[in-house]
Structures are given as C-alpha cells and as structure tokens.
C-alpha cells in the first residue's frame, strides 16, 4: 500500500516535470524552426485589453455591421503584463518588456530595475540584422511606449534625454505626434534630427513629404499627440496614415523591416473612464492594423502582423448593475466629443455667461484696468442648472425631465431618471456653487459625472483610474504567426520577435 502510493506520487511528479519540459522544449522547437520573415509588425494598443476589443467591436457590429481587424486576426493569445516589482505595470515597465524581453519596474525604460543595466530592444537587434526600422504612435513619440524600443533611462519622465535617444537611434521613421519636453536653441531635438539626417515634417507638410528624397524621416502630426480620434478634425491624419505613409517609405528602401504602432490615446481615455473616446481610439488603431493586413495580404510569405496590449486601463466591465442581461453598447454613437473636448465646451459656455475668467493677475493699466471695469458688473451674473442642460443633450443625447412618476426612465433609453439628473446637477452646483465659478478651473464635475452616467446607460462599467492586471490578447497572423499561441508573459512577445527578426532573408 505504502510503496503504490509512493510509486504513485513519484510517477505524478514525473508526469508533472515532464509536462513542463514538453511545453519549453515545444517553444524552444519552435523558435528553432522560424522561417524567414522579411516584414515584421507590432501593434500595441496601449490600454487596451479583452474589454476594449469587446466594445470596439460590439459598438462596430450595431452601427456598422462589421466586427474588428484585430479580432479576426486566426491567432489569438492571451498575455499576462504584470512589471517585475508590481502586479500592476505601467506603460514603461511593460513597453521595456514587450521591446526588450525582460521584466523591469514600473517607471524603467529600456533598462533593467537597477535604472542602469541597459536592454536591446527587438528594434535595435532588427537594425543590426540590416531592417529598416519605423516607430510610430498616436501620442508623444518619446512617450513610454515607443521609448522602449529605442531609448534607455531609469525614468520614463526623462522626456529630452528619451528624445536625445530618438534621434541618435539611426532608425528610419519615426511617425505620429511630435517630442514633448523637448528644449529650444541650440538644444531643439527637431534641429538636431536635422543635423542627423532626418527630414522633419511637420503637420501641415505631412501629406507633401517626398518619401524618394528623404533619408530618414521624421514626421510629426502635432507638437504633442495627435488629437483623440473622436474629436478628430476633418482632413487630418489618423494612426492609419502614418502607417501607411511608413510602409511606404520602407519599401523603398528595398530591405526587411520591423515596424513598431502604438495605440496611445486607447489608453488615455481609460483614464478618463471614457468609453465612447476608448472604442473610437480602438477603432482607429485597428484601422491601422488592417493597413498592415491589406500589405500583408499582398506578401503573404513574407510577412508577419503582431497586435497586442501593454496592459488594461480603467478596470472596464461591459455589463453594468441595472443593465442587467441587456448591452445598449450602440447608445455611445450619441456621444459627440471626447470628454476633455466637453470640459472645454462647459467653461466657453460659462465664459459666455459668467464673462472671461480672471487669471489672478493684477489689472494693467489703461485699457486693462477699463476692460476690468466694464466686465465687473457681469461678474454679478450668474450659471443656472437649466443653462448647461441642452449642452448635454447635444453631445452626449442624454434627456432632462421626461422620467415617469415615480422617478424612472426606460432601460436602454438616454432619458435620465430623476436620480441621475440629481446627480448632475449636485456636480453642477459643485462646479459652479451659487451659479458662479468654484475657483480657477472650477473642476471638471459635471463633465466626469455626465460621462459616468452616459457610460453606465450603454452598459459600461469602470473600476479605476488607473490599469488594473488583467491579462491583454495578443493577435497574429502570417509567417511564424504560429509562435504566439498560449499564455505567455509579455516578455516573451520580445523573444519570440528577436529570433524572428533574426533569421536571415534572402
Ligand atoms: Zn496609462
């Protein structure tokens, strides 16, 4: 009896181990039998986890009938992001191991939790094996994410010296919005860019660049990042774009490449807890992936499309407690700016009433001083409740004063029920007590509490302001497409893309 139940528990941990070696030697295989993969893409939506993508292509089928790019990609895999020192990463700990392969803590970019130890970025291995490299985002280009693979610094919040590494990276495009932190003179990265190599464009010469005439190129939609993909204006250029504009200027120059996309803003409107921003952010960044598609289609041999997260943003739930078995996921096209574009429109509209804001400077004299005169007595005016109530309803279609008797309104409709119209207007009397201006500013109450409320109506339900540690899908499609299968950390996306890009093409 004893000696069964010995030979029993030893053959289970053999069983055990084995089952182990077998998956390691399984990967090991297979980054042994890579086949040359002369175009290589990695998407990264930052923020942007299982949620995300639902929404996206939820809200995608009812207004459109057509699901994601992204979601139809035939390998589909789940990563865990969690940073070397916190279960929950940020974007430059998870950046540094989607480019470098390694955990580091949160705040590192491009090194190893010591801040010193420097580590190679799949872009920097693919620029030694002879690819042209292009680095593209929606947000700021010496933002984490794109840092990652070019820069190395123990504080993501380094931005010029970030930058500084930019531009001394010798990689070909970089594309999407513009440095921030960046420094005048003689230190102006722009100039120094120049002075590297690179040809500069900025927002209005975009679309004129001459892709057989540059080098290097650097084009930069906006100073900082390119504006949210909702309040976008019309004839602007989107993430897609870029990208497209990147590949082209890649294929000229006859030689493999790794292209890194971010993104940037899915995940800066997660933040905010703003789902119709989140899925038009979504929405575009897949537009971009299906350009990398469209080309990958065209190379079917020779090309490999990558589509992953960072990590989650906003802890978002797509059911929400009184929805109930019900989605009205469709409700968020009703919604018609960004929630910090609303911001904006509540201050004009009170400046429209309330007169401009004083800024805490002392009048100037003469003019200044009959200006102040003239705008004292409206400083007696006052914002009523009522006022804000049709800037409401037109951006956001929510319905003031039509719940029933007793104080409800029907599910799935955007006609408020008479506690949530309490809600707005207890933030409205914290943003502007007795109809005037709480401070400088006056707080964004309303705003955050409108969009709440909005949310929670299309069925949508946030937990935090911050990321939380759910795992991210990570898509592929193409050669070596089959390496990303499983559940693996996000350091290994890195590894499995270093020994791709590493295989020689003829
Ligand atoms: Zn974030």
């Known amino acids: 009896m004893k000696r069964s139940f010995f030979a029993a528990l030893a053959a289970g941990a053999f069983l055990a181990l084995s089952a182990v070696q077998v998956a390691a030697q399984t990967e090991a295989d297979q980054l042994k039998n890579l086949k040359p993969a002369k175009y ?12 995300q993508r639902m929404m996206a292509e939820e809200f995608s089928m009812k207004t459109t009938g057509k699901g ?11 990563t865990k992001s969690s940073s070397a020192n916190s279960f929950i ?20 970019l491009g090194v190893a939790p010591d801040g010193k130890r420097k580590l190679e970025s799949v872009a920097e291995v693919a620029k030694k094996q002879g690819r042209a490299i292009g680095i593209l985002t929606s947000i700021t280009i010496n933002h984490a994410t794109p840092g990652a693979f070019y820069a190395h610094n123990e504080s993501r919040d380094n931005y010029y010296d970030i930058g500084k590494d930019l531009v001394n990276s010798g990689f070909d495009y970089f594309g999407g919005g513009g440095l921030q932190g960046n420094r005048n003179g003689d230190n102006d990265l722009y100039k120094i860019a120049e002075e590297k190599g690179y040809t500069v464009a900025y927002k209005d010469e975009v ?17 900082g990042a390119l504006p949210n993909a909702i309040d976008r204006p019309e004839g602007e250029w989107a993430i897609a774009d870029y990208t497209k504009q990147c590949i082209d200027f890649l294929t000229l120059k006859n030689k493999p490449f790794f292209v890194m996309v971010e993104g940037g803003n899915i995940d800066h409107h997660g933040h905010g807890n703003d789902a119709a921003a989140n899925l038009r952010e979504t929405i575009d960044f897949d537009k971009a992936v299906a350009v990398a598609m469209d080309f990958a289609k065209k190379h079917p041999n020779d090309t490999l499309v990558v589509v992953t997260g960072d990590h989650e ?13 019900s989605s009205y996921i469709q409700l968020l096209e009703n919604q ?6 609303f911001k904006n429109k509540v201050n004009r509209l009170a400046d429209s009433i309330l007169g401009p804001r004083r800024m805490g400077f002392p009048p100037r004299r003469d003019q200044d001083n009959q200006d102040a005169q003239a705008a004292a007595p409206q400083e007696e005016k006052t914002i009523k409740f009522d006022d804000i109530k049709p800037l409401i309803t037109e951006n956001f279609g929510l319905v003031f004063d039509k719940f029933d008797n007793r104080g ?11 506690s949530e119209q309490e809600r707005i207007e207890e933030a409205f009397n914290r943003q502007f007590p007795d109809g005037k201006r709480a401070g400088i500013g006056g707080g964004d109450a309303i705003t955050n509490t409108v969009v709440a409320i909005f949310d929670n109506k299309a069925s949508i339900g946030w937990t935090s302001g911050a990321h939380t540690a759910l795992p991210v899908d990570t898509s ?18 890195a590894k499995k893309l270093k020994a791709i890009v590493s295989v020689p093409v003829k």
Not at 207 to 223: E, I, Q, S, Y
Not at 313 to 323: D, K, Q, S
């Open 89 to 108: 990463t940020d974007s430059a700990a998870s950046g540094t191991a989607i480019a470098c392969g390694e955990k580091t803590n949160n705040q590192r």
């Open 40 to 51: 290589v893409f990695l998407f990264i939506g930052d923020g942007m986890s299982l949620p």
């Open 68 to 78: 994601l790019t992204i979601n139809a990609m035939p390998q589909q895999s789940y």
């Open 313 to 325: 943003t906003g802890g978002m739930t797509l059911g929400f407690a009184n929805t109930e078995y």
């Open 476 to 493: 592929a499609y193409g050669v070596n497409s089959n390496v990303f299968s499983g559940m693996y950390e996000n350091s290994d996306i």
């Open 207 to 223: 679309p004129k660049v001459d892709l057989k005439k540059a080098d290097k190129l650097f084009v930069r939609g906006h100073n």
């Open 336 to 341: 018609k700016c960004s929630g910090d574009e």
């Open 408 to 418: 409800n309104a029907p599910k799935g409709s955007l006609t408020l029920t008479r």
